[in-house]
């Protein structure tokens, strides 16, 4: 089907750039494009964030980010604090921006290098033209837009990065977008610092990927599990996260945590991770796995020590009772 615009509803005109239409139609937020519109409709006229936000809907703050693109892809040209309209000349063949391979900077088999503090930041009119070169990065803008709504610039160069610096390969950060959106985590450095855990562990195929999603899904699950039985308001911090990350390892069933936790509680009244794991420690070391197992151990100690002390007028040394069940 095509379309042509309705002329009759012209009045005054004004221009839009080739290079917005060719260039940056598929980069561009509707936001940044609002704005633009807004602008170009004020023929150069200096206009403030507030003064966009009031006329586009925009927020004053993303008004300023979308007037921070328009300067970076030189569409627009400061004056003073507001933004100006630079006159328009059509463009020359966009610059080339040499991209390097993952193969060239991140050999297969290879151990990562440390991920650099501070990433690269290129430029919108950049980001464009990689798109264009590698179909791979077109890609991952695509899948990412249709995961997590239309990408900032800060996400649009967290995507070249994991791609280009850490090599992970394009199946393989589409299926880091679909955890994270699954979990609600859509922060880029949280998912940074996965796809960091990811290169340095060599998960770098689709197989590899998914097994690893399957287990940190798991282990999270666990984790809320864990986390409703102690009663606890905030996330574990990371000592506690790696105190249930070893429980789950060695194979301590929620219900045996829940018994160790109830000890905890009974005998110094406060929930301690380091208290219950020595408690769960003494009971593997005694072949204990199961409650009824610990509750069994209890009960014949009760009776066999009420029968050395039969005829005695004195109670069960609660203490010493203590020490042979939890063998501290």
């Known amino acids: 089907m095509e379309y042509t615009a309705n ?7 004004f221009g839009v750039p080739f290079v917005v239409a060719d260039n940056f139609l ?13 602008l170009l409709r004020c023929s150069g006229r200096p206009c403030s964030d507030e003064e966009i936000s009031r006329n586009t809907g925009v927020s ?25 309209m630079k006159q ?7 610059v080339h921006t ?4 993952v193969q060239e900077t991140v050999p297969a088999k290879q151990n990562i290098a440390p991920a650099p503090r501070r990433k690269q930041s290129f430029t919108p009119s950049e980001i464009s033209e990689m798109m264009k070169e590698s179909p791979d990065i077109a890609a991952l803008f695509k899948a990412a837009e249709g995961t997590f709504g239309a990408l900032n ?20 950060i589409f299926v880091l977008f679909g955890y994270c959106r699954d979990i609600d985590k859509t922060n880029p450095g949280y998912i940074e610092k996965i796809a960091c855990s990811w290169a340095e562990n060599d998960i770098n195929t689709l ?42 390892n060695a194979g301590f069933t929620p219900e045996l945590i829940k018994l160790a936790y109830e000890n905890t509680l009974d005998n110094i009244n406060k929930l301690s991770f380091d208290y219950i794991n020595k408690i769960l420690l003494s009971w593997r070391n005694n072949g204990y796995t199961t409650p009824q197992q610990v509750k069994a151990a209890e009960d014949a100690y009760r009776k066999d020590h009420t029968s050395s002390r039969r005829g005695k ?5 609660v203490e010493k009772y203590k020490v042979v069940i939890n063998k501290f």
């Open 7 to 13: 002329s009759g509803i012209w009045g005054t005109m």
């Open 26 to 38: 598929k980069l561009a937020t509707g936001d940044q494009i609002k704005v633009l519109l807004y």
């Open 60 to 84: 004053p703050s993303d008004a300023a980010d979308a007037v921070l693109f328009w300067q970076q892809v030189n569409v627009i040209t400061p004056q003073g604090n507001a933004p100006e």
């Open 88 to 94: 328009i000349i059509q463009p020359a063949q966009p």
């Open 98 to 101: 040499e991209v390097p391979l």
């Open 153 to 172: 610039h800060t996400q649009q160069n967290s995507i070249i990065w994991m791609y280009n610096y850490l090599g992970l390969k394009k199946e393989v």
């Open 207 to 248: 197989n590899a990927a998914q097994n690893e999603v399957e287990r940190m899904r798991t282990a999270k699950e666990f984790s809320n599990v864990i986390m409703k039985m102690f009663e606890m308001e905030k996330s574990p911090t990371p000592k506690q996260s790696e105190f249930i990350a070893s429980w789950k």
């Open 313 to 317: 007028n004195s109670e069960p040394d």
